[in-house]
């Protein structure tokens, strides 16, 4: 059964990770797609391509999330194409490794900027142009398990992982009454391009599987499912929800 048939779905960070699965997962169920990337032209180019394999139509739009322009210009590009937003999937962000006492100014501004500005601009910008439409729509933010939880080297990402699900929970209020369903999933540890240095650390990726009930890391095509469920209609009734995806690690204290 397709669920997102004759949808318009956008994903930021479409070019790589968790994000491409998600937007090759929404084609698998029949839904064009536009990608959002910062730099890699060709793994952007390469999604698109797989998208139009499956027989849908995909675009790919290069901008910065940090910027406030590039989400109006991301929505505006995929109404251009495809003549309406149904569903955001917010998505983009980065997690640079570091310790607390010296973390540059720069790093932490960058890291709210991309994660938590450009989640916030995005979603802002796709809910404006549902409510255009008149019919309603979904947003989907990737958040993270590290919304509920610290990391010793992630002082300045974590907020934002807990920032991006606030907002979620206040957009289903703000956006409930278009008809705009707003969720957020929550990834455990996933294999991706973002933790590829941190988890090159045998120790460390060891010690992560043994805390994983299920006993392995995430990969990207964990999320596409969850992601896709929320934005079907077989979750009509869920707003300002999080869905762990995290294979049981959150839950597992001893
Ligand atoms: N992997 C994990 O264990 C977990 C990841 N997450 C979250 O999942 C999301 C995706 O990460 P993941 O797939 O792991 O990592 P990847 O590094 O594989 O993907 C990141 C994606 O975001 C894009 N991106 C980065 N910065 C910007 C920017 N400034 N503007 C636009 N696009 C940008 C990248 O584009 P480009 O390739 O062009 O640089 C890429 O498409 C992030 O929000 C992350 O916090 C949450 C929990 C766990
Ligand atoms: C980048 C990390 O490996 C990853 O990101 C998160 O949000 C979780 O903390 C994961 O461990």
Redo the contacts with the bound molecule.
């Keep these: 059964m397709k669920l997102l048939e004759g949808k318009t779905v956008l994903v ?9 699965a998600a937007a090759i997962g929404a084609a698998q169920h029949g839904a064009d797609v536009a990608i ?5 032209d060709e ?2 180019e390469s999604c698109i391509a797989e998208v139009e394999a499956l027989g849908r139509r995909g675009i790919a739009v290069k ?4 910027l406030p322009e ?1 989400a109006t210009d991301f929505v505006a590009k995929a109404v251009e194409a495809f003549g309406k937003v149904d569903v955001m999937v917010s ?5 640079p490794f570091h310790a607390f006492l010296d973390m540059p100014v720069e790093t932490v501004d960058r890291t709210f900027r ?2 938590l500005h ?1 989640a916030y601009y995005m979603v802002q910008a796709a809910a404006n142009q549902m409510v255009k439409q008149g019919h309603g729509g979904v947003i989907v933010a ?5 919304a509920l939880v610290g990391g010793e080297f992630q002082t300045h990402y974590t907020p934002t ?1 807990a920032g991006v699900h606030s907002l979620m929970q206040s957009a289903a209020i703000a956006l409930g009454k278009h008809g705009i369903r707003c969720n957020s999933v929550l ?4 294999l ?4 590829k240095d941190d988890l090159a650390d045998e120790a460390k990726r060891r010690y992560m599987e043994e805390r994983t009930p299920l006993g392995r890391l ?1 990969m ?1 095509e964990d999320l596409a499912g969850p992601i896709v469920f929320l934005a079907s209609d077989m979750a009509a009734y869920v707003t300002g929800a999080a869905l762990l995806v995290d294979g049981g690690m959150f839950v597992n204290l001893q």
């Design positions: 930021t960070g479409g070019s790589t990770g968790i994000g491409r959002n990337y910062v730099a890699s793994k952007a901008g910065d999330v940090a590039t998505n983009a962000g980065i997690c991309v994660n450009g990737v958040s993270s398990i590290s992982k990834p455990g540890t996933i991706t391009e973002i933790n995430g990207p």
